[in-house]
Structures are given as C-alpha cells and as structure tokens.
C-alpha cells in the first residue's frame, strides 16, 4: 500500500479498505440505533423499526406504521507515511417500514446498502515483461451491492418473541483501469455483478419489566457472481463475460441486552462474532480472519409526555469497536467509533414521530506497517415516522 496513492473518490464510499472484496460493510441501519452504535438485539421494535433482530417486530402495536427513510454525510481523512488527504461524500443510508399483521406478529421491509465501493489509485508502477521499462497504472472502483430484507416477528407470549429474516442481496462493482505504456494507453473496464438469497432468524425474551435479552444468526451463503471485462486500446478490441467464483459470506452470531435502568434511561449491550475463517478467503494481499463486534449504547428520556418540548427530546449515545474481517501481512485492520445522537419529536403527541439526528466519530487501520488509518466524521440523518391505522374515531 505505501507504494501506491489513493485518491478522490464520488462513490457510495471513499475509504482505500472498501478495495477489498465485495467493498467495505455497511455500519449504519435505522435512524434510532445510528446513535446508538448500532446496537439493540434485545431491543423490541415497539415504536421505532429494530431491523438488527427480526424478533423485534413481535412488539409492534397493534393499529401502528412505522416509516424510516435516511440520509447520511461523510468526512474521511487518512493518513500514510506522514501524508494527510481529507475527502467527503453523502449518500442515502436506508429505506424502510414496518406494521404490524395481527396483536401478535409484525412485518417489516427495508432497503439498505449491503457494501460499499469507492477508490482511486493512482501511480501503480509495475515492469514490462522482458523489458528494464515500466509502465503506470491507475485504477477507479464504485458500487456495492444492495441488500432488500423482509423480516417478521412474532410474539408466542407476552414476553417471548421469535423472528425470521429473508435478505436478497445484490449489485454491482465497477472497476476501471489504464494504464500508461510509453505513448500509449489501455483502457481497461470490468464490472462484476453479485446476487443471492440468505436466511436469519432471531429471539427476544424479556426476563422481566427491566431486562431483555436477544439473539439472531445469519446462515452462510455463496453469493454468485457473473463478470464482463472489455479492452480498449489494445491490439485488438476484447469483450468477454464470464462466471465468477462464488465469494461467501460467513456464519453470523450475535447476543444482546437491554436494559431498563429507570423510566428515563435505557441501555444496550450487545456481542456479534462473523466466522470468516470458514469460508477460506482472500484478496490481493489481504486474508479474512474471524471478526469480533462489542458495542453499548444508551438513551436518556427526560419526560416523554411533558408538555414542555425539550424534555420529550431524546438523548442517545453510544461506542462500539471490532478487530475486522482483514489481515494484512498479520496487521488486523481494527475498527472503533464513538457516537451521540438527539431525536427530536413533531407531530400529534400520541405519534412516536421523530426527526433523528446522530453523529458518530471513528477509525479504521493504522499507520505503522505500510498501512493506511483512516479517520471519519459521519452525519445522519433519519424521518423517522409512526402513523396510526384503523384508529375508531371519537366523535361519530
């Protein structure tokens, strides 16, 4: 890496990690558990979606629907070998809605990016076969896949809630190189197109009125894969499609809790292990290793149904780390991140309708070992929306 540049990227993401793979996995969800650190498998889905555990949706009320569009804003600043370069990009984070199909189940659908693609490298040096010249190379990827998902929950008691999850995942990685030989140029262009179907399920139990607990798997899959390539500027014009190896996706785990500590306060706690060794991957000159998640988040309600409006405003903040899915030459590149947010109510009081706001702060890698660190400031920006349905009116 120390001896090559990255550079501006306008993709869905900017960071010289989302090289790798399928590009870097998306951290962000639903507008309350952005500020959270995206935590909450315990948490139930009562006026707000939980999409992190399928189980939650058991807890929708009855005659609720339930909106949540996003929007977020990113500023990365990486450092390599006492250079600096700073870079933004926005993008829309998420789409989904929720509604309950009887007193005791609920549905939801949600549309989210999966992975993120987005880098430019320039100045690759490499030699010419038989020759003491060389030639230079810059390269440019964008895209990532997609992920659509239909979760339900249901609940068998009061206090017991089951889920399943179906994701449909896919989209396409563009990746553009040229290259500089002398006097001349090649051109040369591959997209690689990924889709496949993965399963989930989760459980919820609230052990009492204070404390819940929650679990979820994903199952692994195969994602399959087909690639076009074309070469201008050759000899001769070249188009091609072909089949990609399958690239897997590993055995998800995760175990939450939550925890009501007072009528104002609440708190997350939650662990996800991926089991990347089983699928025995790698890339370029990076290994998939097993990756471990720990994060807590909490939330602080002054009065929900004070008339004053600042104390109805909810409070939120949160941190997580993990020490990431990649080894490279035995560098993990290691995540952690520190995030607050506000939600901001509007509307009818008896709507649990929020503008959320979160911010979270955070790096990735590091600078020793020919490395890259990576510094992100990171906006978002969540309507979050309960509308009530089949309400009997009052007044005849």
Not at 139 to 156: R, V
Not at 228 to 257: C, H, M, Q, W
């Amino acid at each position: 890496m120390s001896q090559i540049t990255f550079s501006q990227s306008n993709g869905l993401s900017s960071s010289p990690y989302s090289l790798y793979g399928l590009g870097l996995s998306n951290d962000l969800n639903t507008g309350k558990t952005n500020a959270l650190s995206n935590t909450g498998l315990a948490m139930p889905s009562k006026y707000s979606i939980n999409n992190l555990n399928p189980a939650s949706l058991g807890s929708i009320p009855k005659g609720s629907f339930l909106y949540d569009v996003g929007l977020k804003l990113q500023k990365e600043t990486l450092y390599e070998d006492g250079n600096q370069e700073s870079r933004l990009n926005g993008n829309f984070s998420n789409l989904a809605l929720a509604f309950p199909l009887s007193a005791k189940s609920g549905l939801g659908i949600t549309l989210i990016p999966y992975t993120n693609v987005g880098y430019i490298v320039t100045r690759i040096e490499s030699p010419i076969d038989g020759s003491t010249d060389s030639f230079i190379t810059n390269i440019k990827g964008s895209g990532g896949l997609n992920d659509i998902q239909l979760n339900y929950g249901y609940s068998l008691t009061d206090n017991f809630r089951l889920g399943l999850r179906g994701s449909f995942l896919f989209g396409k990685i563009k990746e553009d190189e040229t290259d500089f030989i002398g006097s001349n140029t090649l051109n040369i262009n591959e997209t690689f197109f990924y889709n496949g179907f993965r399963l989930g399920a989760g459980i919820q139990y609230d052990i009492n009125n204070k404390i819940s607990v929650g679990s979820f798997i994903n199952l692994p899959i195969k994602l399959n894969g087909d690639h076009t390539r074309s070469v201008i500027g050759g000899v001769v014009p070249l188009d091609e499609e072909n089949d990609l190896e399958a690239f897997k996706l590993p055995l998800e785990i995760g175990f939450g809790l939550h925890a009501k500590l007072s009528d104002k306060l609440f708190f997350n706690l939650d662990y996800k292990r991926n089991f990347w060794d089983a699928t025995n991957q790698s890339d370029l000159i990076a290994d998939y290793v097993d990756q471990d998640f720990i994060g807590f988040g909490t939330e602080f309600i002054p009065r929900k149904n004070s008339t004053n409006y600042w104390r109805r405003v909810n409070y939120r903040a949160g941190f997580k780390m993990d020490n990431g899915n990649l080894a490279i030459k035995d560098d993990r590149i290691t995540n952690s991140s520190i995030s607050f947010g506000l939600g901001f109510p509007f509307g009818n009081q008896r709507r649990h309708s929020f503008i959320n706001l979160g911010y979270s702060y955070g790096q990735k890698g590091q600078v020793e070992n020919g490395l890259i660190k990576e510094n992100f400031h990171t906006l978002t920006l969540n309507l979050s929306l309960e509308d009530l349905w089949f309400q009997k009116s009052k007044y005849n």
